[in-house]
């Protein structure tokens, strides 16, 4: 990614440096990766009265963590069934209950930090571009019972009020999800994370890694990082630094695009200040952003990083298929990054080995699931719980490589086929 974009370089509340790291620095737990993951898990030790390094290779939220489309809501990459067979029904729930937390997290933290410039706003709609009726309807029920969690049916006539296009039917609005500037809310949280002690090192990348004693070490270009702790949690941007973490992800790349200035020519499309997702497998997301100056819409994946003006002209098209009165509303810039994904489409939060975790394969619902990883992964290392271990049935599998990537891109060929076929015949 271009960290210095023409939104983020606008946009952006906090741009100034941490340094590299040069010589010895000795702590108790060294995070190596500078995104949500890695801040959290540092927020929480630091929190706690550990002392703590974090390492990046770039600059915090350089990566996807930063970048994404900003939209924090309960949920997994994967779905709740897939999740139930793999977990059972009981940490299927738990696992959920997590993900709530997750999002809770980062509300609460903008609220105790007072991160103004993450500028939240609620309400999230996810809607169906076929109609089904039902089954959002069961799907909210569902949650107010297992979750004591309030979702708001809107039939097609609500939705289509509130967004002028003939492809949406019903949908589900959340009112507790919300959407904000990612890379303010990551900055801040690093600048709270120095307050309280933490060290935090950009354009250090971890070079080696001596794991096998009770005191690590850490290997960057200029310095090194002595530690009784290491946390790995680099997503899509993994070196072969540690080989078993490398193999049990995709670097799957995203994609977004930014408006020019057309408040007028954008309500003509969209009234509302909901954050949008479609229910397509990388589907679309979109919200009105600068207060509704512009348009930020993501999606498409690819197993390879292509041109993003290539793909932005691709997300275009699908924006005025969407939005006809939107046809002259050009794109101001567009950016792509990587998301690691798993092949059971779960993070993968462990222990590797004692004193080495990992934190990673978020698939694009990092918003609330990094939260929650970071989270367990310091309450484990401080010994105040094991809620880590819910996550254990999905593990470092095998992502199977170039083969895995192939296998990926012609799951989501499959995937989308199958989307256009529901949609003709709705």
Avoid at 5 to 33: K, Q
């Amino acid at each position: 990614m271009n960290y210095i974009d023409t939104f983020y370089r606008r946009t952006i509340a906090d741009d100034g440096p941490f340094p590299a790291l040069s010589g010895l620095v000795e702590c108790d737990t060294c995070i190596i990766g500078g995104g949500l993951a890695g801040l959290t898990v540092a927020l929480q030790l630091a929190r706690a009265g550990q002392t703590v390094a974090v390492i990046e290779a770039e600059r915090v939220g350089w990566g996807a963590s930063g970048r994404n489309g900003g939209f924090v809501s309960p949920g997994f990459a994967n779905g709740g069934d897939a999740i139930t067979r793999m977990a059972g029904a009981e940490n299927a729930r738990k696992l959920h209950r997590l993900s709530i937390e997750g999002a809770r997290f980062v509300r609460d933290t903008i609220d105790e930090l007072n991160i103004i410039s993450a500028a939240p706003i609620h309400g999230l709609m996810s809607v169906l571009r076929y109609g089904d009726e039902q089954a959002m309807k069961e799907r909210a029920e569902h949650l107010r019972r297992a979750f004591d969690y309030t979702v708001e049916y809107m039939d097609r006539d609500q939705v289509q009020a509130v967004l002028h296009s003939k492809r949406y039917f019903q949908a589900l609005r959340d009112p507790q999800a919300f959407h904000m500037h990612p890379l303010n809310y990551l900055r801040a949280v690093a600048r709270e994370v120095e307050r309280l002690g933490g060290r935090i090192f950009e354009g250090s990348t971890a070079v080696a890694a001596d794991l096998s004693r009770v005191e690590k070490i850490v290997n960057t270009r200029n310095g090194k990082v002595k530690a009784r702790n290491v946390v790995v949690t680099t997503g899509g941007y993994t070196t072969g630094m540690i080989p078993r973490l490398k193999r049990s992800y995709l670097p799957i790349a995203t994609y977004v695009m930014l408006s020019q200035e057309a408040p007028d020519m954008i309500r003509t499309a969209i009234t509302t200040t909901d954050a949008v997702g479609d229910n397509r497998r990388a589907g679309d997301y979109y919200r009105v952003v600068e207060g509704g100056k512009r348009l930020l819409w993501g999606g498409r994946i690819t197993t390879r990083a292509a041109s993003s003006s290539a793909l932005a002209a691709e997300l275009r098209r699908e924006m005025v298929g969407t939005y006809p009165q939107l046809a002259d509303l050009k794109i101001e810039t567009s950016w792509s990054g990587l998301m690691s994904y798993a092949r059971h489409l779960m993070p993968q939060i462990g222990q590797l080995q004692p004193g080495v975790w990992y934190c990673t394969a978020f698939g694009g619902h990092g918003l609330n699931t990094t939260a929650i990883g970071g989270k367990v992964i310091a309450e484990a290392i401080l010994g105040q719980s094991d809620r880590y271990t819910l996550f254990k049935p999905f593990g470092l599998v095998w992502a199977g490589g170039i083969a895995g990537l192939s296998v990926a891109q012609l799951t989501y060929w499959k995937l989308q086929a199958q989307d256009w076929w529901r949609e003709r015949r709705a």
